[in-house]
């Protein structure tokens, strides 16, 4: 796990989706100043190897639960981002020991919602990505193609593929599975999002108990990147209440 560390009460875990990393990289500033703020990089995305066994979103959830024992941390903020969502969901099913305290999901994958199919963007180049991810997607900035950048790029794509292509970004079973979920949790949306609906956002919500929803103006699958300050303040609304 990758730290950074503040004098404080807290913990919050940053879990990211198949972007890699950089994509909760404002979420980890906003929350640095204030917590302790862990951010892994998920094995096998960024050039790092995936063992074997991580082969799906219950898998890294088991592997990151273990992770806050062994440091010996509870009562942890986890915040996931489209798959590091779904990642945070099966760690709330599976905790047992208190490791989870609250649970934000944004954008989050890993359900099956009847008529709102995520949309399968397998092997898309990132411009074609984000003019289904982003409510402006002029605000993707790529960098010049490098190719060790590109080599990253695969990686992270063929990493996805594995953990979460088969049903694509769902487990069939986990709505039905939601209702055990016991800790506060907040469902947040960007209103924009073509990949993964707002309404599909609304069910994933409805699946778990006293689940809160809210939903981010002009952001698409990644609204801390298109509107940070709304959704931070959306969360640490729901953190401090």
Known sequence: MTETTDSTTRTVLLLHGGGGPATVAPLAAHFAA???VITPTLP???????????????????????????????????????????????????????????????????????????????????QEIAQFSFHDPSKLVVPPPTPEGLAIVRGNQAALEAVAGHPYMHDPELAGRL?????????????????IT???????????PRAQFATIPEAGHLPQLEQPGTLFAVIDGFLAG
């Open 34 to 36: 204030a917590a302790t």
């Open 44 to 126: 096998g995305w960024g050039g790092s190897p995936r063992p074997s066994e991580l082969d799906s979103a219950r898998a890294y959830a088991h592997r990151y639960l273990s992770e806050l024992a062994d440091a010996g941390l509870s009562d942890v903020v986890v915040i996931g981002s489209s798959l590091g969502g779904w990642i945070g969901a099966e760690m709330a099913l599976a905790d047992g020991d208190g490791r989870v305290g609250a649970l934000v999901l944004i954008d989050a994958a890993g359900i099956e919602v009847p008529g709102e199919p995520i949309r399968d963007i397998t092997g898309l180049a990132p």
């Open 179 to 195: 209702g055990r979920i016991a800790v506060p949790t907040l469902v947040v949306w960007g209103e924009s999002d073509r990949v």
């Open 198 to 208: 707002p309404e599909y956002g609304r069910a994933y919500a409805g699946a778990i």
